[in-house]
């Protein structure tokens, strides 16, 4: 993940493939599927299926409040992003 985004046709696809590692590696990290990632969201008041969360994290289409949320909703306190 500390790596300078690529150069591509689409200019924000690296940054999409990095937010969604900061999911994935979050999950990984406190051993959290989507099930739970649901239930935990759902703490903050949003409601998305499990595979809702999946789908939109496997297709890296989500709002930056989408990954706030999730990050919030595992515990994460700080980000790095270097």
């Not at 999911?23 to 595979?51: F, H, N, W």
């Not at 809702?52 to 990050?71: E, G, T």
């Amino acid at each position: 993940m500390n790596r300078p985004p690529k150069e591509s046709a689409q200019p924000y696809e690296a940054w999409e493939q990095t937010a969604k590692e900061f999911i994935e590696i979050e999950m990984a990290r406190r051993g959290i599927r989507y099930k739970q990632l649901a239930r935990m969201l759902e703490e903050l008041g949003i409601e998305e299926s499990p595979e809702q969360i999946n789908r939109k994290v496997n297709r890296k289409r989500f709002s930056a409040a989408f990954l706030v949320a999730c990050l919030r909703a595992m515990g994460v306190k700080t980000i790095s992003l270097d």
